[in-house]
Nanobody
Framework: QVQLVESGGGLVQPGGSLRLSCAAS????????MAWYRQAPGKQRELVAA???????TYASSVKGRFTISRDNPKNTVYLQMNSLKPEDTAVYYC?????????WGQGTQVTVSS
């Protein structure tokens, strides 16, 4: 079956860095557009960053210049490098994969930015 498994979340101080990973299985990964979303308590889920099958990237304005999305097709993995983290980046981060009508989500990983 299809699985998207996130890892790399945790507690970090403001100004710190984290790298999230999302390992995919059960799909032809190279065909999928991949994205990271996040949801903070009491807020709607929002798009953080996305990368197409061809490698083009898109970022939310709130993270542009601080976060970088990348993918490693042979490893079936998408990454989110997060630098200069702020308390407002605190949220559950979700991995998403889309190809035509197929749309899959991971279970999420918690990122907490606090001193």
């Amino acid at each position: 079956q299809v699985q998207l498994v996130e890892s790399g979340g945790g507690l970090v101080q403001p100004g710190g860095s984290l790298r999230l990973s999302c390992a995919a299985s059960g799909i032809i990964f190279r065909l999928y557009a991949m994205a990271w979303y996040r949801q903070a308590p009491g807020k709607q889920r929002e798009l953080v960053a996305a990368i197409t099958s061809g490698g083009s990237t898109t970022y939310a304005s709130s993270v542009k210049g601080r976060f970088t999305i990348s993918r490693d097709n042979p490893k079936n993995t998408v990454y989110l490098q997060m630098n200069s983290l702020k308390p407002e980046d605190t949220a559950v981060y979700y991995c998403n994969g889309v190809y035509v009508v197929q749309n899959y989500w991971g279970q999420g990983t918690q990122v907490t930015v606090s001193s």
